[in-house]
């Protein structure tokens, strides 16, 4: 009896699960299912042009895990394509990468799904609309960020950088 697959960790999360063949009548078409953490395979070797063994690290999993996983989505793909049928994406062992993020003008917390398509510049807090918004860690301190100067015999954290501009 082998053993339930781990949790894969995705990224980004498809908002189009449907493709199909143009001119055919979806009731006419057989499927292929592709799995999210496939997609997730395809999307970052292929579409982000990774290597195989940040891939694995990205997604939780081993290389030779990766491997079979982003073979088993492009020989779908293949299948697909050839063979002139849909693709539905849905299904599959994943979880979902959160981000946590903290508004620095009035100290709210919340989370976004990693690649749901804002870049730090454009998010604004919620509650405030505050842009003073940074990505933090479980503990609350902002992530990728050391001490880096000094002002009268102390260090500054990030925070107190962005509102000394």
């Known amino acids: 009896m082998s053993r339930p697959p781990k949790c894969r960790r995705v990224?980004?999360?498809?908002?189009?699960?449907?493709f199909k063949p143009a001119g055919v009548p979806v009731s006419e078409l057989e499927e292929v299912c592709l799995t999210v953490e496939e997609l997730e395979a395809i999307r970052l070797k292929d579409l982000l042009g990774l290597e195989q063994e940040s891939c694995a690290e990205?997604?939780?999993v081993?290389?030779?895990t990766y491997h079979r996983i982003l073979t088993a989505a492009r020989t779908k793909i293949a299948e697909a394509l050839v063979e002139g049928k849909a693709i539905r994406v849905e299904g599959g062992h994943f979880e979902i990468v959160m981000r946590r993020l903290k508004c620095y003008s009035c100290g709210n917390q919340w989370e976004l799904p990693t690649g749901a398509g804002h870049c730090r510049s454009e998010i604004t807090c919620p509650k405030c609309a505050g842009r003073e918004v940074l990505r933090i860690n479980e503990q609350g301190w902002p992530l990728g960020c050391?001490?880096?100067r000094r002002e009268r015999g102390r260090k500054l954290d990030s925070a107190e950088r962005i509102k000394k501009g």
């Open 62 to 64: 081993s290389r030779p």
């Open 146 to 148: 050391r001490w880096q």
């Open 58 to 60: 990205r997604m939780g």
């Open 11 to 18: 990224e980004y999360m498809p908002e189009l699960t449907y």
